[in-house]
């Protein structure tokens, strides 16, 4: 074999090598982006679900306070049912905001739990 082939074919694994690092440099680079763009996904989701679930704890006690305050109203004379109607009213808009709150609270746990998912997949 001359030196020339030799040499050439030296090159041309090198050039070969080059490549193949490069890709695997390019590969790596691109599992960062994707790692980081799940990471900062599901900790927008996380941070969603933990504002959703404070907000449903909130308006939790609130809808219990109003509930409380309807049956008081209630059984103090007829002159203040209107001030239990409306009580009873404002407990049941925010029981139901409670209910809608927890699901989104579950939705985005559950959203944050696949990109976490999403994240220790190779």
């Given at each position: 074999m001359s030196t020339?082939?030799?040499i050439v074919i030296v090159i041309?694994?090198?050039i070969?090598?080059?490549l193949i690092a490069a890709m695997l440099r390019r590969r790596a680079a691109e599992r960062e982006i994707e790692a980081e763009r799940l990471s900062g996904e599901a900790r927008a989701h996380r941070?969603?679900?933990?504002?959703?679930?404070a907000k449903a704890r909130d308006r939790g006690r609130a809808a219990e306070e109003h509930r409380q305050q309807a049956e008081e109203h209630a059984t103090r004379a007829e002159e203040h049912a209107a001030a239990a109607s409306e009580h009873a009213e404002q407990a049941t808009t925010l029981e139901s905001q409670v209910r809608t709150a927890g699901e989104a609270a579950a939705?985005?746990?559950s959203e944050a739990a696949e990109r976490e998912a999403q994240l220790e997949r190779p």
């Open positions: 020339a082939l030799i041309a694994a090198v070969v090598i080059a941070e969603q679900a933990d504002s959703n679930v939705r985005h746990d």
